[in-house]
């Protein structure tokens, strides 16, 4: 990485470092993007990499912002530590983000990435 391209980390409040550093989940249905459908896009809480744009957003009904398809290369799928689901990070510094789930057909798509709307800053268009 050049000096041009040092990654800048924003200061994370508890909440946040227990989500995004921790693996940790906010609750369902108490997140500020969950119902939120507004042109824009989604980036990372903590370093600002675009994630994902408003028009991947759909909602599942399942208590977290819920999108289809990331920005090309933002998003790093691993598998989770309880050995059943797939986390999905933040490509760029690492950050949890929630888990990605494929095969349901709530879009055409055929995929749902959960993701913790405290992970996310939008930012409108």
Not at 80 to 92: L, P, S, T, Y
Not at 99 to 123: A, Y
């Amino acid at each position: 990485m050049s000096d041009d391209e040092k990654l800048t980390l924003r200061p994370l409040t508890r909440a946040e470092e227990k989500v995004i550093l921790h693996k940790g989940t906010e609750a369902p249905f108490s997140g500020e993007y969950e119902r939120q459908f507004v042109p824009g896009t989604y980036e990372c809480k903590r370093c600002g990499a675009p994630l994902y744009r408003s028009d991947a957003k759909f909602d599942a009904h399942c208590g977290w912002p819920a999108f289809d398809q990331e920005v090309p290369g933002a998003v790093r799928r691993i598998p989770d530590a309880d050995g059943e689901r797939v986390e999905i990070q933040c490509a760029r510094c690492g950050g949890h983000l929630g888990h990605v789930f494929e095969g349901e057909r709530f879009t055409p798509r055929n995929t749902r990435h959960c993701v913790n709307s405290i992970s996310l800053r939008f930012q409108p268009k």
